[in-house]
C-alpha cells in the first residue's frame, strides 16, 4: 500500500479536556474545630486550538492520527488548593484550511500565519465547598463537579494560498514551467499523469513576489471525477488569476490549442467560482519548430477572445521574463484590491440547545423535557450520589424559574421530567416546593428538604394561600392561629408557629398529620 506524502484533506476527531472535580473539605487545625469549609477548585480543562503555520504545508499528521486529545484539568484540594490547568492542544495546519463539520458546515476559513480556531473548548472547573459557601449555607458538605470538554469531529480541507494558477492538460509543462520560474523541483517526466499533487513555487519578477501553483491531470470531465483535476481543483480558487499552459508542440491527434482553451474553460465553469479571475495564456513548448509555427497561427485567434498571450519555452526560457512580469502586475493589483489579513483567534461558541438565553419546556411522550444552557450545565456539575449535591441543583433551577413554568404548563407532583439532550437526559421525579432557603442542619452530604415528610413547608404554604384572604389588620401570626383553629375552619392543635415549629417533637405528637 502506498504511503501518501501529500494530503489535503482528512476528517479529525477531536475532544476537549474535561474539567476538573471541585473537592469538599473542612479545614482541621488543633483547637479550631470550626474551620470551616476549604475545598479548592477544579482546574479547567485543555482546549483544542488549531492554528496557522506557515511552514506546514500537507495534512498528513492528521491523516495517519485522526484522533487527537486535550489534557483533563486537576482536581481541587484542600486548604484552598485549586486543580491544575489542563494544558491546550494546538494543532498546526496550512495556510488556506477550511475547517468543516461532517454536514458541510463551514466553521472557518483559516487564512493568515497565527489565525487560530478554539474548536473544541475544554470543560469548566467544578467549584469546591469553599466557594459554595454561603450566608444561608455556611459549611457545604458537597462541591461541583467538572464539565466535560467539548467533543466534535470536524473535516479539514486544504485550499492552497496562491497568486496565480497554472492549468491545463497533462504534460502541456506546468511542473517545467514552475521549476523555470521558481527554485521549485516538481517531478518531471515526459508521460501524463506525472504530476500527483499541487507543486507550489515562489517567483520574483522585480520587486514583487508570489507563489504560483497547478492543477494536476485537469482534462475533460474532470468537473465530473475524470483524470485528477477533480480533487485539486480547490487549490485555485483563491488565486487572484489563472495562466492557461497550452502545448503547441502535442502530437496526440485531434488536438489543437484553441480547443485545448475551450476544453478547461468548460470544466472551471462547471467547477464554478472562478469566472471572474484574470486569464493569460501562456503557449508552451516554442522552442519545437512545429510548436513555434502552430503557436504563430493561432495566436492572432486567441488575442481576438481579450486574452493576453505570451509564447514560452520552459526549456530554453524564452519569454519567462515577459510572463512572470504580465503575472506581477495582476498580482499587484489584486493585491493592492484587497484588504490586509490581519491574524484572529476564533473561538466556537455554540448556540444553546434551545436557542435561548434561558431554558425551555416541552411535554413529549417521555414527560416534561427541560433544555436550556444553564439546567443542562448544572446537571452535568451535580453528584447525585449527594443529597445535599442534589438539594443545591433543586434550588439552582427553582431560582431560575423551572419549577414556576412547569406548574405553568400544568405538571403535578410525580411526573417525570427530563433535563437535556434525549440521548443522555437526566430523569427527575417532579416534587414542587424544595425551596432554597435556611441553613441545612443535616448530615454532610444530606438535604432534609428530600425526607417525605415536610410538615414546614406545606404549613408555610397554607399560610402564605391565608394571607390573600386576611381581614384588615390581621398579621401573619393571627392568619397561622386561624389556620389552627378548628372552630374558624382550621386544623386542631397549636399554631406551629406558637410551640416553635413543625420540627417540635411535642407539636408533632398532638398533630398526627404533620
Known sequence: MAIPSFVDRVTLHVSAGRGGNGVASVHREKFKPLGGPDGGNGGPGGSVILRVESDVTTLLDYHHSPKRRAEHGGHGAGAHRNGGHGADLVLPVPDGTVVTDTRGNVLADMVGPGTELVVAAGGRGGLGNAALASSKRKAPGFALLGEPGDEIEIVLELKVVADIGLVGFPSAGKSSLIAAISRARPKIADY???????????????????????????????????????DFLRHIERCAALVHVIDTATMEPGRNPVDDLDVIERELARYGGLEDRPRLVALNKIDVPDGRDLSDIVIDDLTAR?????????????????????????????????????????????????????????????????????????????????????????????????????????????????????????????????????????????????????????????????????????????????????????????SSYEIGGADDPDWAEQDPDA
Do not use: C, Y
Not at 504530476?195 to 494536476?216: Q, R
Not at 437526559?425 to 416534587?431: E, L, N
Not at 444530606?446 to 415536610?454: C, G, I, P, V
Open 306 to 494: 481579450g486574452l493576453r498571450v505570451i509564447p514560452v519555452s520552459a526549456a530554453s526560457g524564452e519569454g519567462l521574463r515577459e510572463l512572470t512580469f504580465a503575472m506581477a502586475g495582476i498580482v499587484q493589483a489584486a493585491r493592492a484590491e484587497k484588504p490586509d489579513v490581519e491574524t484572529t483567534r476564533i473561538v466556537l461558541r455554540p448556540p444553546s440547545a434551545d436557542g435561548r438565553a434561558d431554558f425551555t419546556v416541552k411535554e413529549t411522550g417521555e414527560g416534561w423535557r427541560v433544555r436550556g444552557e444553564k439546567p443542562e450545565r448544572w446537571v452535568r456539575q451535580t453528584d447525585f450520589s449527594n443529597d445535599e449535591a442534589v438539594g443545591f441543583l433543586a434550588d439552582r433551577l427553582n431560582r431560575l424559574g423551572v419549577e414556576t413554568r412547569l406548574v405553568e404548563l400544568g405538571a403535578v407532583e410525580g411526573d417525570t421530567v427530563l433535563i437535556g439532550h434525549p440521548d443522555n437526559a437526566v430523569v427527575f421525579d417532579f416534587k414542587p416546593g424544595l425551596d432554597a432557603g435556611a441553613e441545612n442542619l443535616a448530615r454532610r452530604g444530606e438535604d432534609s428538604r428530600f425526607d417525605e415528610s415536610r410538615p414546614a413547608a406545606r404549613r408555610r404554604r397554607e399560610i402564605q394561600e391565608g394571607l390573600e384572604e386576611r381581614a384588615e389588620g390581621e398579621t401573619r401570626a393571627d392568619v397561622a392561629r386561624r389556620l389552627r383553629d378548628p372552630a374558624r375552619g382550621g386544623a386542631s392543635g397549636p
Open 192 to 230: 501524463p499523469f506525472t504530476t500527483l499533487v499541487p507543486n507550489l513555487g515562489v517567483v520574483t519578477a522585480g520587486d514583487t513576489t508570489f507563489t504560483v501553483a497547478d492543477v494536476p491531470g485537469l482534462i475533460e470531465g474532470a468537473s465530473e471525477g475524470r483524470g485528477l483535476g477533480h
